[in-house]
């Protein structure tokens, strides 16, 4: 089961970086109005609970979504058949968030932006974004966001790159704990720089019509 708290900061930062509406707590979990033609609501539950399978059942809608921190076999059977799951996801968290020495690969320059939601870009000579994130404080925790290296330009250490600068940030504003959602490719990458499996996220979604 994943501390309520942890996860209410997650998905606050979450929000913050995404800027929709912030999240409103319901039985046992929270729920954001997201407002997106293809995500209306996101629910998000710290552990599978009574209110869980509740849940589910009464919504029809597409393009709702349900996290939860469990397994997805174990979401799987507590769903209707018109929930779909997704690729699983992983909770991560840091303790320490102090910058690792990381040197940019030639060609590539970092730009940062400062502010409730703060960037850092690395371009390539001519201006074009090769890889990019994000991190929002919230409290005590630095909360990271859509950490993603483009394609063409992987495997060049541009992801550290970016995380080694988004962390400094969190650093100077006195926050050295982290939490992030990862794909299993990104857990790799995390892994490497210090952090550490808090828990399977699995998202199930309502599909709509394409």
């Not at 060049?156 to 400094?168: I, Q, R």
Request: include cysteine.
């Amino acid at each position: 089961m994943a501390d309520y708290t942890i996860v209410k900061k997650s998905i606050t930062g979450w929000s913050i970086a995404r800027e929709v509406a912030l999240p409103f707590e319901i039985d046992e979990g929270f729920c954001v109005n997201v407002g997106w033609p293809k995500q209306v609501k996101r629910y998000v539950f710290p552990s599978v609970t009574p209110e869980f399978p509740r849940l589910a059942n009464t919504i029809q809608e597409p393009w709702h979504f349900l996290k939860v921190c469990a397994e997805p076999e174990v979401v799987a059977g507590l769903l209707p058949p018109r929930w779909v799951i997704q690729p699983i996801g992983y909770m991560m968290t840091c303790d320490d968030t102090t910058p690792a020495k990381t040197l940019l690969a030639n060609g590539y320059n970092l730009q940062v932006e400062h502010g409730t939601v703060s960037v850092a870009r690395i371009l390539t000579a001519d201006g074009v974004v090769a890889a990019i994130g994000r991190v929002v404080i919230v409290d005590d925790y630095a909360i990271y966001d859509r950490i993603e290296t483009h394609s063409n330009h992987r495997r060049k250490g541009l992801g550290s790159a970016v995380m080694a600068a988004l962390n400094e940030i969190a650093i100077n504003r006195g926050v050295n704990k982290g939490v992030l959602v990862a794909t299993e490719q990104g857990m790799s990458l995390y892994g490497k720089l210090g952090w550490a499996l808090y828990s399977v996220y699995t998202t199930a979604v309502i599909p709509g019509n394409e």
